[in-house]
């Protein structure tokens, strides 16, 4: 079926404004899965839609737009790409962008490795299918992100070696996803905090983008009262170590989540407070069995 796909009205001035709508064609079934990734259902949703028009794509030989995903840190930007490709049985292969020279060939050789990685030594496809996330811009040199652009722009054919003998392959095929962090702002103008921080090239390049908003108070906490939780995590190991139950009250959840939003850095922030939480009661335990002051 064909459905009109919204992306994200990103707010970039022109001429760089996000592509607000495309036609795109569904036909692939992406089983329904339960998300691990709390917060972030729209962004989510459009994601599938995303991989779904791939999987269409691919059996019509076109090529999909490379697609921007911002937001702050620690929201489930990778993580979200791992649950919908995993769902969508899309081979997904995660690169870092270099910081020395010849980005461009660089990058193209990171895909290249990752995906020879994939295919185990078995028969490697021409034309593979699969999604690239280039991970993370924030922290990417202003040059690899204009090598980047290039790229997205033209993936092209890279050469190699395989099994004694010279192979070629095509990524131009692949679903390229670029992945961008930001800091938030007091006033949460991301566009103006990206606008900034990428090149107009990669802006003109990149048209399609999907936005992941802040998280909340109120989604930290649903965060450390889910199953994998890492209070309970932390909590199940105190417990085993010490032989005693220890369990972390609704106010001290309240307090490590006060105490992540501080931070500003998502579930990387909850995580952070619960290691130093840890060091401290362990340092408390050892002081208490061997009587320390």
């Known amino acids: 079926m064909s459905t009109t796909y919204q992306f994200e ?3 970039f001035p022109e001429p760089y404004r996000s592509t607000a709508q495309t ?14 990734v709390i917060g972030q259902e729209q962004a989510i949703a459009r994601l599938r839609g995303v991989a779904a028009h791939y999987i269409w794509s691919r059996q019509t030989d076109r090529r999909v737009p490379p697609v921007l995903l911002f937001g702050p840190v620690g929201v489930g930007k990778t993580e979200s790409v791992r649950e ?8 997904l292969v995660e690169v ?12 193209r050789s990171r895909a290249l490795t990752g995906l020879l990685d994939l295919y185990n030594d078995r028969e490697v496809p021409t034309k593979p299918v699969a999604v690239v996330l280039v991970d993370d811009l924030l922290y990417a040199t202003p040059s690899a992100r204009e090598e980047l ?18 192979a070629e392959m095509d990524l131009t095929g692949l679903l390229w996803l670029a992945n961008l962090s930001y800091v938030p702002t007091p006033d949460n103008d991301h566009a103006a905090v990206i606008y900034r921080q990428l090149p107009p090239i990669l802006l003109d390049t990149i048209r399609h983008r999907i936005g992941f908003r802040p998280l909340g108070r109120e989604d930290l906490f649903r965060i ?10 932390l909590a199940d190991a105190l417990s085993e170590a010490l032989g005693a139950q220890v369990d972390f ?4 959840l309240w307090t490590v ?3 992540a939003l501080e931070q500003g850095s998502g579930v990387r922030g909850l995580h952070g407070v619960l290691a130093d939480l840890e060091l401290r009661l362990w340092g408390d335990a050892v002081m208490e069995e061997h009587n320390y002051e």
């Open 224 to 233: 450390l009262e889910s199953p994998l939780s890492p209070a309970r995590a």
């Open 9 to 11: 009205d990103d707010g």
């Open 96 to 107: 870092h962008l270099p910081s020395v020279a010849g980005h461009r060939d660089e990058i």
């Open 23 to 36: 036609e795109l064609r569904i036909d692939a079934e992406i089983p329904n899965f339960a998300s691990r």
């Open 257 to 259: 989540v006060d105490s």
């Open 249 to 252: 009250s609704e106010n001290a």
């Open 84 to 91: 919908v490709t995993e769902a969508a049985s899309l081979p």
């Open 149 to 166: 652009a290039l790229v997205l722009r033209d993936p092209g054919k890279v050469s190699y070696r395989h099994r004694g003998a010279k």
